[in-house]
């Protein structure tokens, strides 16, 4: 079990991010600012930081990251903040951040990018297929099937249902395909990604059936796993 060292000064956030990582199957403890945090993180035992970067008072979020990179603590830090804007993020990610994720944010997608920043620090054995019920995946030659049938996909196509399919059961968010399949850092004005998914319907759905990649109104679309 993930251990996860929260750093937040606003107690109503703190509470939201705390209860978000508890019911998602972590361990979390909690500092109130950078000097308790800083303490924290140096005494060791965690396996990632969510650090707000606002902080008050002295170190500010970028001056505990600064002090953790200094002294050669790799803990993958995710930073949250309010502050949007490009070059903010860019100052974070430069000052030793992981990922940058800014305030206000979906509890889903903090946990998402949270069990990402785990799986590239501490990676899983190489897998070679996934499978979602009678949805199979060969990641060797890039072959799917439902039901033992080669369902024919573009690239693209390819690459979005194996990201829905290593989360099936679970709502992923139009930033997170913007992000992880099509590798913006920001979700642009566009509808790419419901053509795709509609097209992918298409080719996965068998008749009569209900669908299996379904929307979720205002949070994006959960794949459910075909029997």
């Known amino acids: 079990m993930s251990r996860i060292l929260v750093v937040e000064d606003d107690a109503a956030t703190a509470a939201e991010i705390v209860d978000a990582l508890v019911d998602h199957g972590f361990t979390v403890e909690h500092a109130t600012d950078g000097r308790q945090g800083l303490a924290m993180a140096m005494a060791g035992g965690f396996d990632a930081m969510v650090l707000d970067r606002m902080l008050p008072g002295t170190p500010d ?13 790799p803990m993958p830090v995710l930073i949250l903040s309010a502050l949007s804007a490009l070059d903010e993020r860019v100052r974070g990610l ?22 990402a920043l785990l799986r590239r620090r501490y990676p899983l054995p190489q897998e070679t297929s996934l499978r979602a019920g009678s949805l199979e995946i060969d990641l060797l030659t890039r072959n799917a ?28 968010t139009r930033t997170m395909l913007f992000e992880e399949v099509w590798g913006y850092r920001s979700e642009e004005r566009t509808n790419v990604i419901d053509v795709h998914i509609s097209k992918l319907r298409q080719k996965i759905e068998v008749a009569g059936q209900p669908s299996l990649i379904q929307t979720v109104r205002g949070a994006g679309y959960i794949l459910h796993a075909a029997d």
């Open 61 to 73: 979020g970028l001056g505990v990251l600064a002090s953790l990179r200094t002294t050669g603590v």
């Open 145 to 172: 099937q439902r039901n033992g049938e080669t369902i024919n996909l573009l690239p693209r196509e390819y690459d979005l249902l194996a990201f829905l399919m290593r989360h099936a059961g679970q709502v992923v």
């Open 94 to 115: 430069r000052a030793g951040g992981d990922d940058y994720l800014t305030k206000p944010f979906e509890a889903v997608e903090l946990t998402a990018r949270l069990d």
